[in-house]
Structures are given as C-alpha cells and as structure tokens.
C-alpha cells in the first residue's frame, strides 16, 4: 500500500504487504517499477536509492510484509519513448527445452551454463524473462538461484504458496542438494565437511566476492570425492547444506583444491591445463535436487547427468589406477 505522493516525479512509500511477503528486493521493485529497465532497477539498488525501512538493503534482501520500501522517482521507459525489449525467440525455445518435470506447484529446468537465471549484470534475459514470456500471466517466480556458469537442476515456483514452501525448506535445511565439480589436485581428506562460514562483499559496479570469514553466515559442504585423475584432478560430489553465494567455489578453494574453471576463485595454471584438455567453462553442475512437501509428505527428486561437454572432458583427463599412478 503506498503513500498519496504517487506520481512518478516524486518519492514513493510502499508497504511490502501480503504480496511482497518473503519476496526478493529486486523481483518486489521489477513489479512495482513496472517499464523501468532491469539495469536501471539495479543501479538504484547499488546507489542507496531504495530504502528498505530507511535503510539501504541488498537486491537478495527477503521482504517482511510490514516492511516500508522507499521508491524513488523513475521515468518508466514507455514514457521516455522506449518499448520494452522483447525476450528473443531462440532463447525461449532453450528455455522450453531445458523443461525436466513440471506438476501443479513447480518447473524443474536443467539450466545450461552461460545462462542467468534472470537479466541483469550485462544480460536482458534470464530464465524467468523467457518463461514468463512462454506463459503470460502465470505467476511464476525463482525458488532458488545457480550461478551463470553453473549448470543443471533448477526450481521455479507456479504459485506464491508454492514459493513460500520451497523458502521454508530451504532456510530449514530439508532440501537435498548434490552438485558435481571438478576440483584441482588430488584430494586426499576422504569424505569432508567444511563448515565455514562465509562474507560477501560488493565491489564498485556490484561485484560480488565471497570469502571465508568469522563474520560471515554459516555455510556447511559436505564434498566426496568419486574420481581421481592423477595429481592432476579430482571429481566431487557435494552436497550443500546451505546456500550462500559462491558457496562450493570459496569452499573449494579454502580447502586448497579450488573449481576447475573457476577464474574468481580458481588457480589460473591449473584453468589453463584443463583448457588443454578442452574445458571452456567452471566445472559445476547441480545434479540433483530434492525434498518432501510439508503438507502431504510427496516427494519430489530431480536428477540431471552431466552435460555432453563436462563428459567428454572426463574422458580425455589421465585416471588414476588401483595401487597407484
């Protein structure tokens, strides 16, 4: 509900309400600045134009419904003569297909890496511009976020019930996640739990660094290796307790065997090896999701193989043999 100053040369006052209950900062503006370019959003949200409660807050901020949002002047882009940009055809039809199961609450997309989950950062669209674009009207929202260059297992919640379950899981802990990432070196912890907590950073422009910090929040990985090239590599399942940002790429390098791939937390001369052997992109896949619905106990797991390109770089590395190199 907002304020009588609701013109759009003015500052406006909004309270989040049952709508914006548990809803991201940045999906909450993206509706209420309905017009205004998804960068323009962002920019705001980096200069402190938007307050949350009179204080700035992070685009992932989660919104109570006594919240207050302070909403600054902005000239929605159809009233400075701009149309909004239209989610391309050949991005919808990848979007479509990346499609793993689908029921009455939820969308599971084997998301493919070099794709955002939503526009921003130098990208128009994401995932949730082009399914909205394929189903018009639907209230379609992100359960749950992967990096760009992470590929695999993603939830979309068709419902704002839905939503809030999955969020409820999520922060409780009841959500299995396994992802699969190829890690330099030769790992020799066994089965390790890394519980560490992390801090995130943001650098001029709204970068993002996270590194292992005594302030940060409570971040547990639970990484088993099932494969070993040499000294050169190892293969892991982890499995995430949490999910914070970067979570298994700062984890990983913290414990001295950072992500294949990885150009912000990884090791440039073990990148440059495995290019030789054809990797283009950071070796992270989330294989697998899954979980219990609170209300009727139904349970719902997602699984996805490794793409072709990650497959085949695993044949080409150097195995290591029983009793030995």
Known sequence: MSDSRDSPGRVRRVRAGPAGDGQRLD??????????????????????????NGKRSRPEYRLQAEDEVRLPPVREAAKVGMLPLRVPDTLC???????LHE??????????????VHGGSGMAFGVIEALRALRP???????????RDTSGCLLVAKSRTALRSVHALLREGRVEKHYAALVAGDWQLGRKTIDAPVLTRLRQGGERVVRVHAEGKAAISVFDPRAHFRDLATLMDVEIHTGRTHQIRVHAAFAGHPVAGDEKYGSRDFNRRMKEFGLRRMFLHA?????RWPDSGERVAIEVGLPEDLATLLTQLPHKRRGGN
């Open 27 to 52: 999906n909450f503006l993206l509706r209420e600045l309905k017009g205004v370019p998804r960068s323009r959003v962002y920019r705001l949200l980096r200069r402190g134009e938007v307050r949350v």
């Open 137 to 147: 009207g639907e209230p379609l929202e992100l359960a749950h976020r992967l990096d």
């Open 93 to 99: 039809g990848v979007v479509r297909d990346a499609i």
């Open 287 to 291: 294989r697998a999701i899954a979980f």
């Open 103 to 116: 029921d009455g609450r939820i969308l599971a997309l084997n998301k493919p890496a070099g794709l955002a």
